[in-house]
């Protein structure tokens, strides 16, 4: 019997001064089974970084052909699409074909190591930009997060302050790679 996914009902309050974008959301995700809390907190972090209106979580771990974050015009087309970890470059590749804003957020303990072996190669696909979130403060995010959370998330001069009511934590992070 396969394991099912862990709900999580998250209340959002996005404060994004770089964008002038603040809102109040109510987000329900499913955390796969081979998912980490981390991971979980990167994607909702890349979300807030993105939020846009159409702006989706897809069906994630459970989908190879769907990004984490995908957003589509009002018409249907693919207008962003957002990876998170460290995906192989053909990966990216083809994202950069479908899509005119393609994002990647790498994170991870070998993160460094997977950036030095592929940097090459992604810098030559256009529409592509990298970021990388700092691991341990990844970890310390994904602390934050419980099965049913109030997260608030500000972001000033690209610094990510996050809290639950209880703890905090702040991320910055790191542009590998900016949009061709």
Not at 22 to 41: C, D, G, M, Q
Not at 93 to 121: H, I, M, P
Request: hydrophobic share 40%; proline share 4%; glycine share 6%.
């Amino acid at each position: 019997m396969a394991i099912k996914p862990t709900i999580y009902k998250i209340q959002l309050e996005i404060a994004d001064s770089d964008r002038h974008c603040y809102e109040s959301l109510a987000i329900t995700l499913a955390r796969h089974p081979s998912e980490t809390l981390e991971r979980l907190a990167v994607r909702i972090l890349a979300f807030c970084l993105n939020y846009q209106r159409g702006l989706e979580f897809t069906r994630g771990l459970s989908s190879t052909d769907e990004p984490e974050l995908w957003r589509h015009s009002d018409g249907g087309v693919l207008q962003q699409w957002i990876e998170l970890g460290q995906p192989e470059p053909a990966r990216l590749r083809k994202a950069c074909g479908r899509c005119e804003d393609v994002v990647l957020f790498s994170y991870g303990r070998s993160a460094d190591t997977w950036w030095q072996q592929n940097a090459v190669e992604f810098s030559s696909m256009p529409r592509l930009q990298v970021w990388q979130f700092d691991w341990p403060q990844v970890e310390t995010a994904g602390q934050l997060i419980s099965r049913n959370t109030r997260l608030g998330v500000n972001i000033v001069g690209g610094v990510l302050y996050v809290d639950n009511g209880e703890r905090s934590c702040e991320l910055e992070l790191s542009l590998l790679l900016e949009r061709a």
